[in-house]
């Protein structure tokens, strides 16, 4: 239910807020935009866990009341004004007077409409002195716009790389693959980790001007890596052990791969077969687990084995029952605590502030689609990486991804924190690395929101 509202919100409402707020709110605001976001994800968890227990339409009513919050918001968007910088461009400077006048209560009015109204001549002067090219490969050519890019690019693909969504996504698959046998009771810990993530979200709220851009994705990323370290831990625990099987069958050779495995973890991981066992306090009794084929619904037994024709066994066929089923949630819930302040609102917020007037809107829309390609990427790879990799294995694989991620935000992000636009861009002017390369003491002349210019240098000028 969440993916529509979060798609809008990460493409489109970020930039409106980064062009209607006040300059001195544009950071807290973008996180307020990601708190009613995850707080709908969150909503969306309790939801989906109320419509579990109707087995055979709870699944129709979770899709079909997405539609409900999409429609209101469609509604709301028809009463949307469009931005004061959008109408200036577009010669209506009185519709932006009186847009603005909305936004402000009426103070600043006149001072801010002149300032916008002033850098956008300006941005129309530069862009004329640059040619007709796209204003991609003219921020590819400005050195320092290229290095912003690189950045906000960067952030949004290791924000992505670091599993939030395959989290998010998956949260009840994984708490089943931990351990947890009831499918209802796993929907509701999924709520759990969703509210956590919400309130969490609130924190980086509180510490984005305390202290700092840089220093808060560095530690969210460094608990990253330790709550996705914690994870893998918890799932190799979990296989190593895995309870025995005692009983095999020689039905056929149809199903003779079911009988040749010695453990739960290696039966399960088999699709065509399912643990069947005693239980006693989510435990297996000890010589009491047997590898069964399963029907092609992947859910029930066959109906000649132990667990098919007798109610007296539990039948898994997508976890095993484990004394280390807590350290699964345990490593969702240390996961979202470290992801939400830091890496799951730095991203949007970096972005919105270190790209020129000129370029932001199309970095923005770079980073953006960066971000919705690697959450393609990992959420459709999860499933077939615990296959390949084992679980434990996928998420050492993600917090491997994390690490690198972790140190090209140390090399490469610079603090923003009380920074004012035009002096953002300013950062990125000194190359990373000179190389044996001259490096360039003035750069491209930067349109600013203050009509302050960083540098004049010709954008033919190389780093």
Not at 133 to 144: E, R, S
Not at 415 to 440: D, H, M, N, R, Y
């Amino acid at each position: 239910m969440h993916l529509v509202s979060e798609g809008l919100a990460s493409m489109t409402v970020p930039m409106y807020i980064a062009e209607a707020a006040p300059a001195d709110m544009r950071g807290r605001l973008i996180l307020i935009n990601s708190m009613f976001i995850t707080g709908g994800q969150f909503i969306a968890c309790v939801l989906d866990g109320a419509f579990s227990y109707d087995k055979e339409n709870g699944w129709r009513y979770m899709l079909g009341l997405a539609g409900v919050p999409s429609l209101i918001q469609f509604i709301g968007f028809l009463f949307l004004p469009e931005s004061p910088r959008w109408l200036i461009t577009k010669g209506r400077k009185e519709e932006a007077r009186r847009v603005l006048s909305l936004m402000r209560a009426g103070v600043g009015v006149d001072e801010e409409l002149d300032e916008i109204q002033r850098n956008i001549e300006e941005q129309k002067e530069e862009m004329q002195a640059r040619g007709k090219k796209a204003v991609l490969v003219q921020m590819i050519q400005t050195p320092a716009v290229r290095r912003a890019l690189i950045v906000g690019c960067g952030m949004q693909m290791f924000q992505q790389l670091a599993g939030i969504n395959t989290v998010m996504y998956y949260s009840a698959t994984i708490i089943k693959m931990s351990g947890v046998k009831d499918d209802n009771f796993a929907i509701w810990l999924a709520a759990v980790v969703g509210f956590t993530n919400f309130l969490f979200t609130g924190v980086g709220l509180y510490l984005v001007e305390k202290i700092g851009r840089r220093k808060l994705s560095l530690g969210s990323m460094m608990g990253v890596i330790f709550s996705l370290l914690f994870l893998a831990a918890g799932f190799l625990l979990a296989s190593l052990d895995s309870p025995p099987i005692s009983h095999s069958y020689v039905k056929s050779s149809t199903h003779v791969n079911c009988s040749g495995y010695s453990s739960c973890n290696d039966c399960i991981s088999d699709h065509g077969c399912g643990f069947c066992y005693l239980d006693l306090h989510n435990t297996a009794v000890n010589g009491s687990g047997s590898c069964d084929p399963i029907t092609r619904t992947m859910d029930e037994p066959m109906k000649w084995t132990r667990c098919g024709n007798s109610t007296q066994f539990t039948f898994a066929y997508d976890f095993c029952p484990t004394a280390y089923s807590w350290m699964g949630i345990a490593g969702l819930v240390l996961y979202l605590i470290f992801f939400a302040p830091g890496m799951g609102t730095m991203p949007w917020v970096i972005n919105a502030e270190i790209y020129p007037n000129w370029a932001r809107s199309t970095g923005n829309a770079c980073s953006s689609a960066v971000n919705w390609i690697c959450n393609l990427l990992i959420s459709m790879t999860f499933l077939t990486l615990t296959d390949a990799l084992t679980r434990h294995g996928a998420f050492f694989l993600y917090s491997g991804l994390s690490l690198l991620g972790f140190f090209f935000i140390f090399v490469f992000l610079p603090e923003t924190k009380g920074k004012k636009l035009e002096e953002v861009i300013q950062l990125f002017s000194k190359p990373w690395c000179a190389c044996g390369t001259v490096e360039l003491e003035r750069e491209v002349k930067y349109i600013q929101i203050k009509g302050h210019n960083a540098a004049d240098t010709d954008v033919s000028d190389g780093e």
